[in-house]
């Protein structure tokens, strides 16, 4: 079965700072998300990739798939306090949109 | 934000007693998904169902059951909890179950199983 890894787990940054979250997947990924969730609420969609090569942007926050369709990370540029959350990536898992999540990595902006 | 709303938002209840959670949609979308999510292991897919009355396990389906008797109602039952099923939970909503296509999610119940 195909699973995802997240890294870093945690990570406190500066505000202004720039950061990286990984997804990386053990199999070809047809289909990635990213979401963010703030504690005790649900998950927002932030950005949807499926081709190979695929970058998106929303405000300061990029997300890339790489060629081989394996991995997906989660660029962050100038953090702000507002970024603070836990970021999950999910995958498709066949064609009933079924999803498998990264365990998520726990992002801390400090002002 | 997509219409969902789960209910209740919190519940703490004791070993051995049946619990109920609901999820209502007002998007009238087919595909609806029941999550835990718990330390360590994100999101983990219990149930979803592809249309009313029509319902498949997901990876971590013991314990539970669900029902669709509506669109907009999507019930997780949980017959006789136990303190492993002490979780957070999401329900999700998708238009056409596609993998090209996000899927949105509640609010969360978080249940306490003492």
């Known amino acids: 079965s195909q699973e995802l890894e997240q890294s870093p787990q945690s990570l406190i940054v500066q505000e202004g700072k720039n950061l990286t979250i990984n997804c990386t997947s053990s199999k070809t990924l047809y289909g990635l998300y990213w979401y963010k969730q703030k504690y005790g609420e649900g998950l927002i969609f932030l950005m949807m990739l499926q081709k190979g090569g695929e970058e998106k942007s929303h405000e300061k926050i990029t997300a890339k798939l790489d060629e081989k369709k394996q991995q997906s990370s989660l660029h962050i540029t100038a953090s702000q306090p507002s970024h603070a959350g836990i970021y999950l990536c999910?995958?498709?898992?066949?064609?009933?949109?079924?999803?498998?999540f990264g365990q998520g990595t726990t992002l801390q902006v400090k002002p | 934000d997509a219409g969902i709303t789960q209910s209740p938002r919190h519940k703490v209840t004791e070993t051995g007693t049946p619990v109920t959670l609901r999820c209502h949609q007002t998007e009238n979308h087919r595909y609806m998904y029941w999550y835990r999510q718990d330390p360590g292991h994100g999101l983990r897919l219990i149930h979803y169902s592809y249309g009313v009355k029509d319902t498949d396990k997901g990876e971590v389906s013991d314990g539970y059951s669900v029902s669709r008797s509506k669109t907009e109602d999507f019930l997780l039952t949980l017959e006789s909890a136990t303190s492993s099923q002490t979780s957070v939970y999401f329900c999700?909503?998708?238009?056409?179950?596609?993998?090209?296509?996000?899927?949105?999610f509640g609010d969360g119940t978080r249940l306490s199983i003492l």
């Open positions: 999910g995958a498709a898992a066949g064609n009933t949109g079924k999803l498998i």
């Open positions: 999700a909503i998708s238009p056409r179950g596609q993998s090209n296509q996000p899927q949105h």
